[in-house]
């Protein structure tokens, strides 16, 4: 199958189970929203896919990306095939846009590596993203919204090759965006989900329901339903998972959510 | 439905016009990075003009063109303009002190940058792993036990070598134990490196004052006093090629620009783009200490240098970390030279530790970056 998908994921840090025996895909062509509570294991499940967990995390199950499983592979190879952008990435403000960028090609060198042709990517990467026009600024000058285009050029840039897109992980992508850099920035991440898979996680169920294709929701490490998100997002589940009380409206263009605390 | 939303303006995003001025701290960032390649180019002249100029200063004054034809001549070009005295004040007192100078500089200016790079600390200097406390141990111990000078009574030559040999020693010691405390502590972290190097540190400078207490008295304590605060006057041919060693030692870290800037985005991040960050740490930790450890016996602990000149450099070329090391090398280079040169001809007939100099210079260039503002981690 196309796309990407966990197999009975589990990880746990001294002994404290993060992930639980986790399944989901996230098809290609697909936005797949990875909704639940704080401390679900949303981001615990991205890092799992990238291979970047901490080092005293344990892991069981695995992760396939177009069948292959990503285990097996190299550090390099699999960051080839799979970006993450997280929440607090650490910006150095002296840095160009365009050299931010350029560390989207470090899986493609050696340490003393150098190769020819990653400015056309990173060009490329540039014009997905919409942030051609920063390629010259530096980091220290640009707004959130901003910033946030550089760290998807960025993740852009470790595609394998031009026309052969990596799968992309976006924690929290809107996070600290004002509503109109929110719907820049999903209708960009809608643009970027035509040739591959993208998983992000959000808080905002509502966002989730309206942007998403897919919905995956979980709660202490566990996947709780998975599929559309009006046969996953229902009033029960906000309910069981989140203790609130929600009533949903879908209206054409999206979805509104209003909660109440739930009366004793 | 949802595919309709925000369609008309995400054909650039960076055009909209309410989130996208230029704000009160933009410069005109577009430097191409051929622009910035010259600075190198530039760099480089200015440190071999500043090097044929302090050859030339001094109690004896020498004409550049006398000091080169000297030089030259040593080499077996031509013939010496200089008498005997002046052949041998210029060849083999300054130019062993100017190599020496501009080696220690440039290692300890990249090993800065480097460390600042590896923990992600705009405070970070290549003593941070304690390399020097340990290095200062080593010397001290040495210089109070009079070794130093039995051995070269003994055994000539090689007897002088016990001083940078012990300091050596004492840096490697002091490395493995950084690193080791930090490794058991869970794994070499920026936080937790710095952390461990603070323990070390403090430790061999607590016997470091501990042996001079109790034992140091009259030349021992002068001579221990002017280790400590780092000087080059002791410079020979062969600690020039210690220096020189230790900055070749350096030369793989300039490759290691790449790397570095991943790091900058966080471990987490760099492990996402195929950076082993554990290994890549603790390999480029090693070898900043090697270096270190290799200018510190020679040179005793100069300070500033490794701390302040990046910062400078950033300013100069940017916080690309390819452009960034070999600059900094460069400008490491110039600053100990420069200070070095002041150090022994501005006061004269005494000298001055010359890292006295560059703490007098250092401080205030500090103070003047932090409040523009332009110190950043």
Redesign the interface.
């Known amino acids: 199958m196309s796309g990407l998908s966990l197999e009975r994921l589990s990880v746990a840090v001294r002994g404290r189970a993060l992930v639980d025996d986790a399944s989901w895909s996230a098809p290609a062509g697909q936005v797949t929203a990875l909704v639940g509570p704080n401390g679900a294991g949303k981001s615990t499940m991205l ?1 799992a896919i ?3 967990l901490p ?2 995390a344990t892991h069981a199950g695995g992760v396939r990306l177009d069948g292959v499983r990503l285990d097996g592979l ?7 095939r ?3 952008v ?1 929440q ?9 846009a365009r ?1 931010a960028v350029r ?2 090609r ?2 493609h ?1 050696r ?2 590596g150098f190769s020819l042709g990653d400015e056309q990517h990173v060009d490329a990467a540039l014009a997905d993203a ?5 390629a ?3 980091l ?2 640009l ?1 959130g ?2 910033l946030q ?1 550089v760290h998807l050029a960025r993740a852009l840039a ?1 595609r394998p090759a031009l026309g052969e897109p990596s799968a992309l992980l976006l924690d929290e992508p809107t996070n600290h965006l004002d509503v ?2 929110q ?6 991440v ?2 970027l989900a035509l040739d591959r898979p993208v998983v992000m996680t959000v808080h905002d169920l509502a966002l989730a329901a ?2 998403a294709d897919r919905v995956v929701l979980v709660d202490r490490g566990r996947v709780l339903a998975e599929g559309t998100p009006d046969a996953v997002l229902t009033a029960e589940r906000i309910r069981s998972v989140y203790g609130v009380e929600a009533t949903i409206d879908a209206a ?3 979805v509104a959510i209003r909660y109440r605390r739930m009366s004793a | ?3 309709t ?3 008309r ?8 016009p309410a ?2 001025p ?2 009160p ?3 005109p ?2 430097r191409s990075r051929a622009g910035r390649a010259w600075a190198l180019v530039g760099l480089g002249g200015l440190l071999v003009a500043l090097g044929v100029a302090a050859a030339c200063i001094g109690v004896a004054g020498v004409a550049p063109a006398d000091a080169l034809a000297a030089v030259a001549a040593r080499l077996g070009i031509g013939a010496s303009p200089l008498g005997p005295v002046g052949d041998a004040i210029v060849v083999d007192l300054r130019l062993p002190r100017i190599l020496a100078a501009a080696a220690v500089g440039a290692g300890l200016a990249i090993v800065g940058a480097v460390m600042q790079a590896l923990v ?1 600390n705009p405070l970070a200097d290549p003593y941070l792993l304690g390399v020097s406390s340990g290095a200062s141990v080593g010397a001290v111990l040495v210089l109070v036990t009079g070794l130093g000078a039995s051995l070269t009574a003994g055994l000539g030559g090689i007897g002088a070598a016990a001083l940078p040999a012990a300091a050596f020693a004492g840096a490697l010691l002091a490395l493995v134990a950084t690193l080791g405390l930090a490794g058991a502590a ?2 070499a972290t920026p936080t937790r490196t710095v952390l461990a190097g603070v323990v070390v540190a403090s430790a061999a400078s607590a016997v470091v004052s501990l042996v001079i207490f109790w034992r140091a008295d009259g030349d021992a304590f002068r001579e221990i006093l002017a280790w400590l605060l780092g000087s080059l006057a002791a410079s020979t041919w062969a600690s020039a090629a210690i220096a020189l060693v230790g900055v070749v030692l350096a030369l ?1 870290l300039l ?2 620009g ?2 570095l ?2 790091l ?3 471990d ?9 960050v ?1 290994r ?1 740490r603790w390999l480029l930790l090693v070898a900043c200490a090697l270096v270190t450890g290799a200018l510190v016996s020679v040179s005793g602990a100069i300070g500033f240098v490794g701390l302040v000149v990046p910062h400078a450099v ?1 300013l100069l070329v ?3 970390h390819a452009l960034l090391l070999p600059a900094s090398g460069l400008a490491g280079a110039i600053v100990l030279l420069v200070a070095d040169t002041v150090a022994r001809a501005a006061f004269d007939p005494r000298e001055l530790p010359v890292g006295i100099v560059t703490a007098l210079i250092g401080a205030p260039v500090f103070a003047a970056l932090m409040l523009t503002g332009r110190v ?1 981690s």
């Open positions: 890092r990238a291979g970047v080092e005293r190299p550090a390099r190879e699999r960051a080839r799979i970006a993450l997280e607090s990435t650490d910006a150095v403000p002296q840095l160009t050299e560390l989207g470090t899986p060198h340490m003393l919409g942030a051609s026009g920063l010259d600024r530096q220290g000058e707004s919204g901003e285009r470790q109109a850099w719907l820049e920035l999903l209708a960009l809608r643009r309206t942007h054409p263009d999206g | 439905m949802t595919r939303v925000g369609d303006r995400v054909a650039d995003g960076s055009s909209r989130a996208t230029a704000g701290g933009a410069r960032t577009a992600r869970g794994g793989p490759a290691s790449r790397v800037d991943a900058a985005l966080g987490s991040a760099a492990g996402a783009l195929g950076v082993d554990r890549t950033r940017g916080a690309s950043r």
